[in-house]
């Protein structure tokens, strides 16, 4: 066939690596981890019902980015990292923040923030020792999670907005404390399966 002859098909080019970043979830995710400085200067101040919002409001769009992202197509590594980094940052600064102001028990905090550190510490130990593991959240690691954006929205919206509800504030810092420490173990006992013989 002649150079250059036409075949009839179109010749699709790849995207810029500019467009695999530059998309509108990574967008909301970038917005939501720059609310986390904001949330931590609104509870620090006294304006836990304003923070409360604002927590809520990050969930909010933790949830449009991820629809986004399946309807439009636009999953990118990018994203993937960017994240569970937002999540996580607004979490635990938050559990911190909280705990400073005596809203929850700092060990609670110190468990939260351990766990992550216990968890990112196993993933490097892995990749040095070149057995990688599979990233893929286990579904007590899920309900962990949950349990701790619960907390962190219970304890933000009876201090926010002076509710009282002792009870069920000490049975979820408990649920989420032992669940914290289950998740913890199972990633533990999942990384030692892996380290080399």
């Known amino acids: 066939m002649p150079e250059g002859a ?10 810029p690596p500019s467009a695999l970043y530059v998309t509108l ?3 909301i995710t970038v917005a ?22 604002l927590f809520v409001g990050a ?11 399946r309807i439009r197509n636009a999953r990118s590594a990018l994203g993937a990292i960017l994240d569970p980094l937002a999540d996580k940052t607004l979490l635990v600064s938050v559990y911190i923040t909280l705990a400073a102001i005596g809203v929850l028990p700092d060990w609670l905090a110190i468990l939260v923030v351990f766990r992550d550190m216990l968890i990112i510490g ?3 130990m892995l990749w040095v020792l070149e057995a990688p593991p599979r990233v893929r959240p286990l579904l007590i ?14 304890a933000l919206a009876l201090a926010g907005f002076q509710l009282a509800a002792p009870l069920v504030l000490e ?25 080399p013989a």
Request: glycine letters at 10%.
């Open 122 to 124: 196993g993933f490097l």
């Open 25 to 27: 979830p990574n967008l």
């Open 6 to 15: 036409d075949t009839g098909r179109e010749l699709t080019q790849a995207p």
């Open 141 to 154: 690691s899920k309900l962990n999670t949950t349990l701790q954006i619960g907390l962190a929205a219970l």
């Open 59 to 69: 969930g909010i769009s933790d949830a449009i980015d991820g629809w986004l992202a």
């Open 32 to 53: 939501r981890l720059c609310a986390v400085p904001a949330t931590v200067w609104l509870i620090l101040h006294g304006r836990l019902d304003l923070g409360f919002g």
């Open 171 to 195: 049975l979820a810092i408990w649920a989420t404390a032992a669940c914290t420490l289950a998740s913890g173990a199972a990633y533990v006992w999942l990384a030692l399966r892996r380290v």
